[in-house]
């Protein structure tokens, strides 16, 4: 019985003593804190949300890229000026590229060493095909404003790219319905620059033709990008008797073939694409542009969204935008509209986004299909009239 009841009270005592110590670590915690009111830690500042955009922002395409930093450049400071996105600011990362492939790769790779979140770019196709696999490896979701080869989306190879621009499969289509629709001419030359977005065009227009029993290509044909002389091919034009030229290109090279064409007297039609609608083309070209048609991004600029952004911009700089600024404003709102909705940058949560959740733009109200092709945005034809690229009613 003795031996119980000492247990019982060594139990005791030792519940009272851990009782006790309890109670004196508590006391001593409780003073700690009341003693130090004002030391409480601060607030962490949020970590800024890294956008890069990438493209030609030197060398002869600079026309093309320029205009897409400085649509970056006013949707940013518009969102920023109301606290970002869930109080997080966004941080320009511009890289340059020149629009060469080469180049592409090193911008890719400098922006995902600098933390590049998401990325408005690239702006030529051959550059952009370039960087995307190191923005896939890297996770990184793409939206180009301008890379229209077909193959971007559809060869299902960059899950991550986007685009707010159609195909070059539709603009070679158009340019061809054009041609033998509206224009009712048969023969047709058919040239590119050798590159993924001449070529790619090219090819589509020489398809396109060779399927109609009404059209012949009278001659297919790759130039040298750069050269100064294109004496050789032009009067391969003029022996070939062809009605018009389809031209898969950049606006250097257009305006060499244009001026040296109708030098020679050659009255032939020359029809290009979305690389030779830049007001660029019509100043090196000078008289010799009058008449040319090129197709490009059906015109919005009726929309408020539109006038609105181009007063912005020419309030900040001076002047009015150049080609695919509003590709690349809108672009740019795609993806802080998807960050938000999605309250992330994570590739998946981005992804879903994009796809799911519409945009009011410059361009109208779009979204992406399962492509990564913008629904809602097409092209239309233009033509050079008193030195300024007017709309072609059809």
């Given at each position: 019985m003795r031996k119980i009841r000492r247990s019982r009270y060594f139990a005791l005592a030792l519940i009272v003593a851990l009782a006790a110590l309890a109670l004196a670590s508590c006391g001593e915690q409780k003073t700690t804190e009341t003693a130090k009111p004002s030391e409480a830690p601060a607030e962490k500042a949020l970590e800024p949300i890294k956008l890069g955009v990438a493209g030609a922002h030197s060398g002869d395409l600079a026309s093309y890229g320029i205009p897409s930093v400085r649509a970056a450049e006013l949707v940013v400071k518009h969102r920023n000026a109301v606290n970002g996105i869930g109080g997080r600011k966004i941080e320009l990362l511009v890289e340059d590229d020149a629009c060469k492939p080469e180049v592409a790769t090193n911008t890719a790779t400098k922006l995902v060493t600098d933390k590049a979140q998401v990325v408005m770019g690239h702006i030529c196709s051959g550059a952009t095909k370039a960087a995307l696999g190191i923005y896939k490896d890297s996770k990184i979701i793409t939206i180009s404003p301008s890379a229209t080869n077909p193959e971007l989306t559809q060869s299902g190879d960059y899950p991550n790219f986007y685009r707010t621009i159609a195909s070059d499969d539709a603009q070679a289509r158009l340019e061809v319905d054009f041609a033998l629709n509206h224009l009712?001419?048969?023969?047709?030359?058919?040239?590119?620059?050798?590159?993924?977005?001449?070529?790619?065009?090219?090819?589509?227009?020489?398809?396109?033709?060779?399927?109609?029993?009404?059209?012949?290509?009278?001659?297919?044909?790759?130039?040298?990008?750069?050269?100064?002389?294109?004496?050789?091919?032009?009067?391969?034009?003029?022996?070939?008797?062809?009605?018009?030229?389809?031209?898969?290109?950049?606006?250097?090279?257009?305006?060499?073939?244009?001026?040296?064409?109708?030098?020679?007297?050659?009255?032939?039609?020359?029809?290009?694409?979305?690389?030779?609608?830049?007001?660029?083309?019509?100043?090196?070209?000078?008289?010799?542009?009058?008449?040319?048609?090129a197709t490009g991004p059906v015109d919005t600029s009726t929309n408020p969204m539109a006038i609105e952004a181009t007063e912005a911009h020419k309030k900040d700089y001076g002047e009015e935008p150049g080609a695919f600024f509003l590709n690349a404003y809108s672009a740019t709102l795609a993806l802080l509209n998807a960050i938000e909705k999605c309250g992330s940058t994570e590739y998946e949560a981005l992804s879903k986004a994009l796809k799911s959740e519409w945009v009011a733009t410059p361009l109208g109200i779009i979204k992406f299909d399962d492509r990564g092709d913008a629904i809602g945005v097409g092209f239309a034809v233009y033509q050079v009239q008193d030195g300024k690229y007017v709309a072609v009613q059809m």
């Open positions: 009712k001419l048969t023969k047709i030359a058919v040239l590119h620059d050798k590159g993924d977005y001449g070529k790619g065009l090219a090819e589509f227009a020489k398809g396109f033709l060779e399927a109609d029993s009404r059209a012949e290509v009278v001659l297919y044909e790759g130039i040298t990008p750069g050269a100064v002389d294109y004496s050789a091919v032009v009067q391969k034009i003029k022996q070939s008797g062809a009605q018009a030229v389809i031209f898969g290109g950049y606006h250097p090279e257009a305006s060499k073939l244009v001026t040296q064409m109708r030098n020679k007297a050659m009255d032939t039609v020359f029809i290009s694409d979305d690389g030779v609608k830049d007001d660029t083309f019509i100043k090196v070209a000078g008289e010799f542009a009058e008449g040319v048609y």
